[in-house]
């Protein structure tokens, strides 16, 4: 034991001067590290907090992409039923205007309308001609009477003269 005892303490020295190098190029390389880290912070601060403020406006932006997509789709609603009310409109329009274009009623309506006018001149032809007839008629049947009274009187004075 005595000679691992006498190993280690010849070699401590020599391991302890090891072990303070080591040690010291352990502190610098931390500090080496340190200094890297600070001065990557350093430089990434700064693009962390571009990168906090731009998620923050990817996120404002959002919010707003979808406040606008919900009134587009409103708004396509709406724009939907004004054009299904605009060809409905646009149907009934063009039906008036093809029935007000259509023409043929109103001539077959003029038509008819020169047809009784045609017809009412000729019923008054011919009413006339009746009333001219009924008068003609009723002229000849006065006279008539007139001659039958005349002959009435002629024949009753005639018998009694007779009688006298």
């Known amino acids: 034991m005595r000679t691992f005892e006498d190993t280690i303490k010849k070699n401590i020295p020599d391991a302890r001067n090891r072990l303070e190098k080591l040690s010291e190029e352990m502190t610098k390389l931390l500090d080496r590290i340190s200094q890297r880290e600070n001065s990557i912070n350093v ?9 906090r403020t731009q998620a923050e406006d990817y996120k404002t932006l959002q919010q707003g992409y979808q406040t606008k997509n919900e009134a587009v789709n409103e708004m396509r609603e709406k724009f939907k039923k004004i054009n299904e009310q605009f060809e409905s409109i646009q149907a009934k329009i063009d039906e008036y205007g093809s029935n007000a274009t ?16 045609a017809e009412i001149a000729a019923i008054d032809l011919r009413s ?4 001219h007839t009924v008068l003609n008629y009723m002229r000849k049947e006065k006279k008539e009477q007139v001659n039958l009274k005349g002959k009435n009187n002629n024949l009753a004075d005639h018998l009694d003269e007779l009688d006298d």
């Not at 259509?102 to 006018?117: W, Y």
């Not at 006339?128 to 009333?131: K, L, Q």
């Open 128 to 131: 006339g001609i009746v009333n």
């Open 43 to 51: 430089n990434l601060n700064d693009q962390g907090l571009q990168y």
């Open 102 to 117: 259509d023409s043929s009623p109103i001539v077959k309506i003029k038509e008819a309308i020169k047809n009784l006018r």
